[in-house]
């Protein structure tokens, strides 16, 4: 069974261990309290602004706005866009559009599917548009956590 110790520094109970599991303090060390501390290191100059906010990551911070910004209009527009041009294209307001699409089609070996090569673009610009557009807001989410961790991990600035 192990013992409780009562740290001499916070007053917090740890049992068994060699360092306090509150502050740190060194238990058992003889009567000398040792206070753990992280190792000192070079650390990124930041800078601030006026109203006292870093302005460490305004890189990052622009290029994730942007990134979003972009991923949405792709996303959507690319959608929208898609949808669009079959209802036009099935309409008949872009014959040279289908023929284009009908004579490709024939080439794949595919051309007895009367209008297939209108839903092959319509599927892949739904396809492209959703791959592209997340991938965008994907690396906006990325630009993101790096300042977050970055931010959590150095308190001390």
Do not use: Y
Not at 15 to 34: D, H, I, M, P, R
């Amino acid at each position: 069974m192990q013992q409780t110790v009562t740290c001499p520094n916070c007053g917090s109970q740890s049992s068994g261990k060699q360092f306090c599991t509150n502050c740190g303090t060194a238990l058992g060390g003889g009567g000398q309290e040792q206070v753990w501390e992280p190792p000192a290191g070079p650390s990124a100059p930041s800078v601030v602004g006026k109203a006292g906010t870093r302005q460490k990551h305004i890189f990052l911070g622009a290029a994730a706005i942007i990134f979003k910004i972009f991923g949405w209009l792709v996303l959507g527009g690319g959608i929208l866009g898609s949808v669009g041009v079959a209802v036009l294209a099935a309409q008949g307001v872009m014959p040279g559009l289908v023929d284009l699409l009908d004579r490709g089609m024939a080439i794949l070996g595919a051309g007895e599917l009367a209008g297939a090569g209108l839903a092959v673009m319509v599927f892949a610009g739904i396809i492209g548009s959703l791959v592209c557009g997340l991938g965008f807001l994907a690396f906006a989410e990325l630009c993101s956590a790096v300042i977050a961790i970055d931010d959590n991990t150095r308190e001390g600035e």
